[in-house]
């Protein structure tokens, strides 16, 4: 039995499209923040960074928003070193 294999899917729009503020939401979501956490970061609205980041996918072709992230990532919109990580866990043995 084979696993059938995904489609691309076409972008609505260019990818050059995305903005640059669509972008850094994107970044922000991608770095674990929640939609009320960017809002507040930005000065701007939970719904405004839900309907931003919802554009981001219809412009990639994406599902959701890791999806988004990995597009953004393989064709050059996003850097990987922009994307804030976890400090290494320091756990108790």
Same mark, same amino acid.
């Given at each position: 039995?084979?696993? +059938? ?5 076409? +972008?609505?729009? +260019? ?17 674990? #923040?929640?939609?009320?956490?960017? @809002?507040? *970061? ?14 981001? #996918? *219809?412009?990639?072709? @994406? ?22 990580? +976890?400090?290494?866990?320091?756990? @108790?043995?």
């Amino acid at each position: 039995m084979s696993i +059938p294999v995904a489609r691309p899917r076409r +972008p609505a729009q +260019p990818r050059a499209a995305v903005t640059s503020r669509q972008l850094q939401i994107l970044s922000l979501a991608a770095s674990g #923040y929640t939609a009320s956490q960017i @809002a507040t *970061r930005l000065g701007i609205q939970p719904s405004t960074v839900h309907e931003r980041l919802h554009r981001v #996918y *219809r412009k990639l072709g @994406a599902r959701n928003c890791t999806h988004a992230v990995a597009i953004a990532l393989t064709i050059g919109l996003l850097d990987a070193d922009a994307i804030e990580l +976890p400090a290494p866990r320091r756990d @108790a043995a």
